[in-house]
T-cell receptor, first 112, second 111 residues
Framework: SQQGEEDPQALSIQEGENATMNCSYK?????LQWYRQNSGRGLVHLIL?????REKHSGRLRVTLDTSKKSSSLLITASRAADTASYFC????????????FGPGTSLSVIP | DTAVSQTPKYLVTQMGNDKSIKCEQN?????MYWYKQDSKKFLKIMFS???????INETVPNRFSPKSPDKAHLNLHINSLELGDSAVYFC??????????FGPGTRLTVT
């Protein structure tokens, strides 16, 4: 069964606004990752947050993790047109670091 | 300089044919993966190899056979191709438990 699910499926915002995407998962994890995929390209790793961490920052990205609710959020501040892409959360299972399950993704459109 | 490379980038073939996709990584990672991304962008893991040993084999038809000649290479051979095999196939590599590095993808179209 699917481990991670993103919400919303699609998001359209104006340049300069913040974008928030959420991810929920079902089983206990070692870590949670966020990836970006530009159209026609492979996925690019953005940020990894471990199960004992609650928040992590990387540039304009802020990720939170709530293991009690089995959820995570990705916040992109001051969005740019270049942020237009699909964003995926990925979780591993406590019993297996190697099996990473990806959610269906959020498609973000940033309008200039 | 390319970290994870795949060939070919596009593959168009007829039903029933056999084809291979090659993947190479120059990152020194110990784990490599194959994923299938369908038309709705859903990404599903197919196989994972760690140091040339198969460690994950999801519910994939046995027409799909991965081969890892060494730690840096993981190839995917597909026999008797079907229409439903049309998708984008991604290779990835990682140090176990860390972020994955993806190749550019191979868009397979079966006609």
């Amino acid at each position: 069964s699917q481990q991670g699910e993103e919400d919303p499926q699609a998001l359209s915002i104006q340049e300069g606004e913040n974008a928030t995407m959420n991810c929920s998962y079902k089983t206990s994890i070692n870590n949670l990752q966020w990836y970006r995929q530009n159209s026609g390209r492979g996925l690019v790793h953005l940020i990894l947050i471990r199960s004992n961490e609650r928040e992590k920052h990387s540039g304009r990205l802020r990720v939170t993790l709530d293991t009690s609710k089995k959820s995570s959020s990705l916040l992109i501040t001051a969005s740019r047109a270049a942020d237009t892409a699909s964003y995926f959360c990925a979780t591993d299972q406590k019993t297996s670091y190697d099996k990473v399950i990806f959610g269906p993704g959020t498609s973000l459109s940033v309008i200039p | 300089d390319t970290a994870v490379s795949q060939t070919p980038k596009y593959l168009v073939t007829q039903m029933g044919n056999d084809k291979s996709i090659k993947c190479e990584q120059n990152l020194g990672h110990d784990t490599m993966y194959w994923y299938k991304q369908d038309s709705k962008k859903f990404l599903k893991i197919m196989f994972s190899y760690n140091n040339k040993e198969l460690i994950i084999n999801e519910t994939v038809p046995n027409r799909f056979s991965p081969k890892s000649p060494d730690k840096a290479h993981l190839n995917l051979h597909i026999n008797s191709l079907e229409l439903g095999d049309s998708a984008v196939y991604f290779c990835a590599s990682s140090v176990t438990g860390s972020e994955q590095y993806f190749g550019p993808g191979t868009r397979l179209t079966v006609t």
